[in-house]
């Protein structure tokens, strides 16, 4: 290769006065425009809230370890306890975690300077807290007791003032989800390099780009029914109640259309992380680059037409059957992405990084989440374990199984762009089968207790069921123990990892391309993407990276080429 | 060069946009905006679907179906000022500001016609109808639009007071928030036009 094109300037001096600074940890507590800066803001927010709602996972399994009530005082303290769970893991942990992930990376992998809207991407995060502090708030005055779906009459007739305050919350957090995607989107859509078309875009954009456009048409809908909602509560009116010419099924219908695709906010962005992560650390491309991207715009569409599957047991008849075939056909998408991911591994050069492991970790148990989810589709499967833990052990498989191993393959692998250090690879390992197995063991029984008949959302159950819930129960304090590891290694890599580097993990996407942390605006020059995001193994490729080596030596940029 | 900005100091990432990039990125952060918050005005036409199920028929037995005459004044109001701030936004992208001024004092006036005609039918439902969803969900539909149509003509006074003194001028990027008031007003429009006809037509 004669011309390797990488963001190679001309100012020596300039960069020499350029030091890879890490910004102080104030920098984080305050209001900034800085991509970055928001990005590690909706990162550690939404990890605490984790830490939060892991607990209350802790507390509901504390309580399920025998048959009686022994940590509750009531079945209603039960209730609010996984309402809470529920409420803080999806809209306070995973959405707001894509946020950290997106805001971070994906104005670096286009070569922006920042998000398009970067005043609107801070008010975004900071809508958060106060949000945050108003559900959380709720637990302590009469709490919201009827499940993160919030279903009348359950949330109008029998839950206290903390499901109005949950409503609000709900209100506020949904807003700045908006603000985010529209953000997200027009950054995609009109701020890529020159060079970068978009099918020469990496896939974690294309990921965000289907996220965002699935939350815009969606989270009206949650602003909707929440209003309803609102309005029930405290203005009198009888929306969901049937008494006063009202419909209990109206809530299920606006909040499905908004929670069904939510479900597809919450993985695909995962499903991103996982294209990048595998191709990197399997030194490969991506397998079917175009029909990944193009999956992703297909799960977003047909997301928006399965809602219903939601209501199976409450739904007219006859609507069953096409939403039955629709919530299959969603299947296609998603296994096309995970063929891609099989071809990008198969042959490779596979590095067992920490990133990789969960990476390899979503691909397993994924997979089990998405035939459970098959399985879930069919209706006479479905009546038979309806609101039973199939139910749980499948979401679970999804949540957590995709999405949280996801975010931790996306921790190991840009962490050492965000805080310019490496993460303890021995301890990310050790991390990695804590999770593995406390997981497994934690949400593959629940399939078993589900099918042999254990309702969901109980306190007290058959004793039957005894020996299986102290099996979970075990896992899931591993599971919960298992999180210490990364906080330790996280806090501990941040002051003492080795240095990173500018490109530790020779990745051609353009993140790489500049300091590790990068400085605010991210690139001294214009930088100029590599003609494929995942052209691995060829000889133009390594030369491109080895001109990124040699322009950033030692993390900072070469002070001479 | 002085770009040289380091951690410390304070970076505006937005005033190293170009006008042009500026310009691109309010307009398609715009479009996208209305095609995500029209969704919340149907989400509420399916609220009023829906609940037109509960009841044998609509208008349920007993309630008089609203008399559409004034709404249908009120939504020529509302056609005509959305009409003017078009006709506002090209007078001032030719720097005509007299013209500006008057078509968008028009398009003021009309939207409080429309507001007070509303505002009057939402006063005016009886108390038959407000015993069933049929007078509930109308004053839900028309009152989330009133909210609307309330707080964008404010935005459009305050661009139109700073019109007035000056600000704006200077290209196409400068004069967006013209633009973005316009784009703003015929989302209330839109979003009018189909609480119109579900509201006082599909029955």
Request: overall charge positive; hydrophobic content about 55%.
């Amino acid at each position: 290769m004669a011309t390797i094109a990488v963001p190679i300037g001309t100012q020596a001096e300039q960069r020499e006065a350029e030091a890879v600074r890490r910004p102080a940890l104030s920098e984080y507590l305050r209001w900034s425009v800085d991509h970055k800066i928001i990005g590690v803001q909706y990162g550690i927010s939404s990890f605490l809230f984790f830490l939060v709602g892991g607990a209350m996972a802790m507390g509901i399994r504390l309580e399920l370890l025998t048959p009686g009530l022994d940590l509750m005082v009531s079945g209603s303290a039960y209730n609010s306890l996984f309402t809470m769970h529920g409420t803080v893991m999806i809209f306070l942990f995973i959405i707001p975690m894509w946020a950290a992930f997106g805001n971070f990376v994906v104005p670096l992998q286009l070569g922006a300077k920042d998000m398009a809207f970067p005043w609107l991407n801070a008010f975004a995060f900071w809508l958060i807290p106060p949000a945050a502090i108003i559900i959380l708030m709720g637990y302590f005055v009469t709490p919201a007791e009827a499940g993160w779906t919030a279903y009348p009459p359950l949330s109008t007739l029998f839950s206290g003032d903390g499901q109005t305050l949950w409503a609000l919350g709900a209100h506020l957090l949904g807003i700045s989800s908006i603000m985010g995607s529209i953000n997200f989107i027009v950054t995609i859509l009109n701020m890529r390099p020159e060079g970068m078309t978009l099918w020469r875009m990496p896939l974690l954009c294309w990921a965000v780009l289907a996220t965002s456009i699935i939350a815009v048409m969606a989270t009206p809908f949650l602003a909707g029914a929440l209003t309803l909602l609102l309005l029930d509560r405290v203005a009198g009116t009888t929306f969901f109640d049937a008494a006063g010419g009202g419909d209990v099924l109206l809530w299920q219908n606006i909040f499905w259309f908004y929670s069904h695709p939510a479900v597809y906010i919450m993985v695909l962005p995962g499903m991103g992380v996982l294209s990048e992560v595998l191709s990197i650390h399997s030194r490969k491309p991506v397998f079917g680059y175009r029909m990944v991207g193009l999956s992703s715009m297909g799960i977003a569409f047909v997301g928006f037409t399965v809602w219903a599957h939601h209501m199976f047991t409450s739904l007219q008849p006859e609507l069953r059957i096409p939403f039955m075939i629709t919530t299959m056909i969603i299947a296609v998408p998603t296994g096309i992405k995970m063929f891609s991911w099989l071809g990008t591994i198969w042959g490779g050069k596979i590095r067992f990084t920490s990133a990789m492991l969960f990476a390899l970790g979503f691909l397993s148990m994924f997979v089990i989440g998405g035939i459970t989810g098959v399985m879930l589709a069919a209706l006479p499967f479905d009546i038979h374990v309806h609101d039973t833990y199939f139910v749980v052990s499948h979401f679970h498989f999804v949540l957590f199984g995709g999405s949280v191993f996801a975010i931790y393959a996306a921790l190991y692998h840009w962490f050492p762009k965000v805080t310019g250090r490496m993460m303890n690879e021995r301890l990310g390992r050790i991390h990695f089968v804590f999770t593995y197995f406390g997981f497994l063991f934690t949400f593959f029984p629940m399939h078993i207790v589900g099918m042999l008949g254990m309702p969901r959302r109980v306190a007290v159950y058959d004793p039957a069921f005894t020996q299986w819930n102290q099996l979970i129960g075990i896992a899931a304090f591993v599971l919960g123990f298992s999180t210490f590891i990364v906080v330790y290694n996280v806090i501990h890599s941040y002051f003492r990892g080795p240095v990173a580097g500018a490109n530790p993990w020779r990745a051609l996407t353009l993140e790489w391309a500049t300091t590790s942390p990068p400085p605010v605006t991210n690139f001294i020059d214009d930088p100029i993407p590599y003609e494929d995001p995942y052209g691995y193994g060829t000889e133009a490729a390594t030369a491109y990276l080895d001109a990124v080596d040699e322009t950033f030596r030692n993390g900072a940029p070469a002070s001479s080429r | 060069m002085s770009n040289g900005i380091s951690h410390g100091q304070k970076a505006k990432p937005r005033d190293q946009q170009s006008a042009a990039l500026r310009l691109k990125n309010n307009r398609l952060g715009m479009n996208i905006f209305q095609v995500s918050w029209i969704m919340v005005f149907f989400a509420l036409i399916v609220v009023n679907w829906q609940l037109r199920f509960s009841y044998a028929q609509w208008p349920p037995v007993g309630v008089t179906p609203f008399e559409p005459l004034l709404p249908s004044l009120a939504t020529l109001a509302l056609l005509g000022s959305s009409f003017f701030a078009q006709r506002g936004l090209a007078a001032f992208r030719s720097a005509e500001i007299k013209d500006f001024a008057l078509c968008w004092r028009l398009t003021m006036t009309l939207g409080i016609v429309f507001m007070a005609l509303i505002a009057r039918e939402f006063a005016m439902v009886s108390a038959a109808a407000l015993a069933t969803q049929y007078g509930v969900t109308m004053r839900l539909m028309t009152g989330f639009h009133i909210v609307h149509a309330l707080v964008i003509v404010g935005i459009m006074l305050a661009v139109y007071r700073r019109a007035g003194a000056g600000a704006y001028r200077g290209g196409e990027a400068a004069g967006w928030a013209v633009e973005g008031a316009a784009k703003l007003w015929h989302f209330v429009t839109v979003a009018w036009m189909l609480f119109y006809l579900v509201l006082y037509w599909l029955r």
